[in-house]
């Protein structure tokens, strides 16, 4: 894996900032960012002092923040905003944001919201613009959802930038996550290649946190709190029943962010099982299966609260027949109910009575409103999405690493996700809270 | 349908109570419930004066309270509390104010939690039970769920009634619906062959609101206004996408309390579809089908929001082939999924791209705390068990009508389930609400 | 007090609903509600019995409904809604349930919002109406507050009449509380003096749910149950310190309906002090004061929780010097900031250490959005004050009662506020409750 | 300052750590941390580009973890726990994970509770232990407070040394902010004085956030969060008056870490008012006064929120006469209550009708149970703790840096206290949200 981290500009910068910062330190006014002030990627004194010793430069991602100098004059520019792929806590606080910073702050008064996802850049789709002003986004951020729609799926790059050139829209701000964000890429190189001076910006949304350099992206955190309360619950009804056992499915394909957070939430969680573990069911031999263990909860507590990611253990559905509902249409094995079945299955062979009740919150964790920390990390997130627009930054998202915000060229972020890893400190928290054993196999 | 209201006792009263109330209006001290006093089952000034010329007593319930003469003596009675069936808000609010209401108000320091409900009363399932004071009960009602468990299920009456007499028991609490009350019933009744002085008390429990004479249950306003915000989300997920349909599955098996009260609570839901009313899908000559409106509906506002009871329309699946899963079980009907595939189906016959988004909260909405009015109402229908319990009654529940605290008799209760009449009004306020054709057919 | 529950009407009804119900029973079609159907005052069995036998007909109101015949031609009215007094939570679905059964269900489509209370009906303050429309109000159930605004305060009715003539307005929807209704009243004389044809309704708000002849307005459910939450919280002060008092007040200027619905909705509350009742702080012959009962407490249990209702103990103040603040205002005395002085020097008197933390959560419980409960009585009531007004009713107010919406003349609802009659069934609950004295004297 | 990042040891570590955890990358289990490992203070490529160029070790921390050999031997050791101070939300889940901590990874089963901070370890105040062990701790996390008790104020180190002497204490684990790690270390050096090997660690607890070299502490994000939601609905409470104006006061006695971020969440707030900056309330001159640009605010936009710090600008109360209350207490400046009155006056004295709303929410944000981020942070912070103190180190606290837990010598983090700097980012983003002045003069 190639780990760039410069980002592209379009140009040299000329036009003064109607932010009127400082470049003196100690006046209690805040200076302007330099072009070359860099946030570290690691912050392990060992791995920095090596690089140094070695005579490398540590990796390091540039700091966003307002500039002295922009490359677009405000009055002359226009931007445009799209929201793409599911929902997730804070779209509306990013739409809101973007537009209060370009309208408040620089002056920008022509932006236009793109509605239903890059659908709505297709002509084909009739699908009109939105203007946007601070009134219209005045009272959003108190709603789920995004006002622009969104929708998933592609769009031709060259038809997008001939939207983009019809309309003479110089800055696009796609909010979106991994295909988004590729396709963002795309759009950024056809517009490289006809020589346009475009700015595209990526804003990362992923519900399920797994873009890679991003320790955290927006809504997360609203979204693993909502699943927090939904297990908090579910433990009611675990200990409401003799041998209950919750069993709850949250989100997660391909990682198990949500699962894993919302387990180190919530003390009461017995098990937590993610695409990035492997597992046995049940192994009569050394008695270490994930069935085995939860047997010896309940043998001892008389209840369990168990969470699964959704993608997790898709090995296991291999020797599974399809099967297929009314209409003839494939029912997809569902880790969830399958889980379910397991359980019951495996306890009934005991003749020992247990009570599964299965949760599947789907998309109720997705559609609330921001949550506070998450509506904080928002306005921060889209301010430095703007200063590094005006400044002519391109083909960049805004991350966050180490508790500050950066920026990353997109094609590095979304080289692969981010996953967790088990080695890792952070899933050794989990197990240290749940208690499950290191490895069930 | 016999209307006996009518309220068994066990005897005469003489005990003093330890509650100085008093006798005497205007004094400023809540007067003692005289037997005499009733509560009228009709409002209706016409069907009132209509029962009065003819002669007849109009219907009425005896009005619950404290009493100025006790059946049981309170340094020498011994209560036990049972709760059956699924998990309601409130549960352990009751509980509590069971306990409280024995101990501080009439001094009864021998309370009994019976485990995992009927089960818990027979000897062979080896549940001990839990000794209750006001120190144990005093942080429950903070926490969704029964601290005593819960269970499903019969146990021979003639097993529990050796229980109570084994246990010395004078009073038993059944916290339950439809199922559980029965229960009571035949616990009164092998009671009564015996000759024995045992109080059976019914505290009503059904998150389905559908129990006869009872115009509400404790939880049943917690469940519905949890359901009420996934809603108000889920809307969220209908607009974010093109012609995008919000599907949610509700509580309801035989009644759709529940999804008629949210959808009168969130003025966002298009169409309610309950097990109380007949509908055809599509119909193409009418147009008058829930698919020929819901399309209407797409095309005009580009989404929709639909919430459907559990029990709806389960005539829809007579020509349905059984399906089975991986396991060989079969999969049940599931009106939710039903109707997922049935919406997908009929669009895309139509070549109409839409996207539902289909949301099962399932046990998310029992499993919570009491809300503020739930759980007011639970510490006052407690206090009104409690008050008819000392002072004799049996065999009764405490309902609540018209505004005001009932006793009913369980038989009368449980003759058979409420539902919704669709010519009443509040199934024509919902009407009113939903903006949904009267009948789609 | 003359209680005259007769509905005054504009005139004959002679236009046809469009609002196609049924007059027969049985055929599943909701029927239109007969001028003579009525809801009895009482349920008491014995006082309508009595009645009766005296030959007098019970006390009653009008029960309200949609009606086959309608004074006002909907093509043709134009209505006007006005918001008055304090916020209460769910004014927004109050005016959005008002414009959408106006527009949708009876097609009047020309509706005004009145700004900032009765002040946008007089020219003098240049606010210029807001045209209403579905849409408009489409998302503001959602927010607390009041999209139209609101003020206190009167204006001249022939002021407001002249407006009302001169924009051709047929129907006023008044929401406000005592004064706001009172307000209505006055505009409905001078618009019978003029011999106009307006229907003035009114729609109760009042956060202390202290209108008369109200069982419960909207809005209060929601008060207390930000109540509930703040003092279920609030407990945990008192349990955070070595004798720790929780003291919160509660708003309520004449009545103490917030304070004892949320001290019964929270059973962690010892004390509850209201309007309606007296007490002496400090007796310490009969030690029968409410001091002498709070070192009971903490003696017994190290820490207590106090709920007071503002406008509580105003006879206790008469002997407190007036205070000025810095800026000379009188600082008004305040019975909060009052108990807990006295509560300090008492206790530092006794040299009893203890901890009091004074909370005062004033427009926070009010500011917020409707419960779940509350908007579907929104949805209700906003539906009742629409046919009412189309079938030519005016000057009243859509009540409660019962279970069961009426109609009341608004002379008579304002006659005298209701409060808490302590010899009542629900003070009693209270005390039950709390546990406190029957009166601490 | 001095900085020294050096923590104190009880001497060498011999004994295995009962957790089998690895000392091999890639094997797929978490390795032990080693003591050298720490991490970076500053994370700017640049500054620490320069050190090494210096020759300098770049600050840093220790990093904090499991060891592979410990100090205590578990079967031995004795721990205690004290909370003090203030309530924050997460005191429960700290005391919950410092049990679970212990007893279930370590296998350390006496763990004692300290009744009311300090006091509880002095034995004239005759409060005894509380046995503490997982069963007693189970649901404690699901509530506010502390189910210790706290209090504020010291009690001599050497009685605190003597109870701990008397006890067999190993490890005390001293939660609470500024003074309480102040006595903590004052019972440091009295240990160390006497030549005991007694573990004193500090787990920070804050509501304010100003502890220094650490970002975040417990229960912040809960605090601002509940803040947010009491702005969110102030500000309908300013919309819903003419020239409203909502005035909310928020903890913050040194630093404005609470009103900043709660600002920064809520997009709404117009003027953020903390006791880090200095402003002026009017200034007829420059027309850069606080209320100039409030009246600019209302006159463009009718209403206004307005969020103060309790701990600002207390120079402006310098020429304010005292006030003494109805008991002679003196009522102390309020700059809640200060700035309410001078708002009134100033548009009293311009004839411009203002209303202003003020709400004080005090103790309301801080008695909730923490969020769900919150207790995330609580369980690895006390693991993290309980990992430190096993392996023999003492006088420190669990720190946050940068997103990764470290460990501060009590001294360095109570030199003094950590405070918003108002030349920095984060103050900036602050006024780029609310579009305040940077200084209103």
């Known amino acids: 894996m190639t780990q760039d981290f410069t980002i592209r500009t379009l140009g040299k910068c000329t036009v003064a900032s109607p932010l009127i910062l400082s470049k003196i330190e100690g006046d209690g006014i805040f200076d302007y960012i330099r072009d070359e002030e860099r946030i570290l990627y690691s912050t392990s004194l060992q791995k920095v002092q090596k690089d140094f010793e070695n005579n490398d430069t540590p990796l390091s991602f540039e700091r966003p923040g307002p500039k002295e100098l922009l490359y677009f004059e405000p009055a002359k520019t226009k931007a445009a905003i799209v929201t793409c792929g599911g929902l997730c806590p804070g779209l509306n ?12 702050r620089y002056g920008v008064t022509k932006i236009l919201g793109v509605q239903y996802g890059y659908a709505g850049l297709n002509p084909e789709n009739q699908l009109p613009f939105i203007e946007l002003n601070p009134d219209i986004v005045d009272d959003i951020h108190k709603t789920g959802g995004s006002m622009l729609g969104s929708s ?23 909010v979106g996550g991994d295909g988004t964000l590729r396709g963002a890429h795309a759009i950024h190189e056809e517009i490289e290649k006809r020589g346009l001076k475009i700015s595209i910006v990526g804003v990362p949304k992923t519900i399920d946190n797994d873009i890679n350099f991003i320790e955290k992206s927006f809504g997360f955190e609203s979204a693993f709190a909502e699943a927090q309360e939904i297990i908090l619950h579910a433990h009611n009804e675990a200990k409401g029943a003799q041998n209950g056992v919750a069993l709850i499915k949250l ?39 994930f069935l085995n263990h939860l047997e010896n909860r309940l043998r001892k507590k008389k209840h369990a609260v168990v969470v699964v990611a959704e993608g997790t253990g898709q090995y296991l559905f291999k020797n599974e027949k399809e099967i297929k509902d009314a209409s003839g249409n494939t029912i997809h094995n569902d880790i969830g109910i399958f889980l379910k079945n397991k359980i019951k299955n495996y306890f009934s062979q005991k003749n020992m009575q247990i009570s599964v009740k299965y949760i599947d919150p789907s998309y109720i964790i997705r559609s609330i409103p921001a949550n506070a920390n998450d509506s904080k990390f928002c306005a921060q997130l889209t301010h430095k999405a703007v200063h590094a627009a005006m400044a002519g930054r391109t083909d960049f998202l805004v991350g966050y690493w180490n508790s500050y915000f950066t920026l990353v060229p997109i094609p590095t972020a979304t080289q692969k996700r981010k996953k967790i890893d088990i080695e890792e400190e952070f899933w050794w928290n989990v197990l240290e809270s749940t208690g499950q054993a290191m490895h069930m196999k």
């Open 93 to 104: 606080n990013v739409i809101r944001g973007l537009v209060t910073q370009l309208w408040k």
């Open 251 to 289: 989100m997660g394909r391909d990682s198990g962010f949500i699962a894993a957070n919302a387990a180190l939430a919530v003390p009461d969680v017995n098990f937590v099982l993610i695409p990035e573990m492997d597992f046995c069911l049940d192994n009569p031999t050394t008695k270490n299966g």
């Open 152 to 174: 998933r799926g592609e769009q031709p790059a060259s038809t997008i930038v001939d939207t983009l050139e019809r309309h003479y829209i110089n800055i696009l701000f796609c």
